[in-house]
């Protein structure tokens, strides 16, 4: 099954997971006052310290950042 997955989607299942909850997260710190360790419990991380990692891998800058760059 994974090996199907990777021949139509072009990655893992894992990636694909991991991705939507990053975009989960993105909207939630865009969108909401939660603190950024309820979004990062909120979309599966067990802290705030890899989820802020994570993220800032995926999307070029910190959580924390961009909920900055929002209220700027």
Known sequence: LERLFMEKAK??????????RLE?????ITQTDASLIEIALEVGFESAGHFSRIFAKAYGQTP?????????
């Open 11 to 20: 990655m893992s299942p894992a990636h694909v997971y991991r991705k939507f």
């Open 24 to 28: 989960r997260a993105k909207h939630l």
């Open 64 to 72: 924390s950042r961009l909920r900055m760059q929002q209220t700027t």
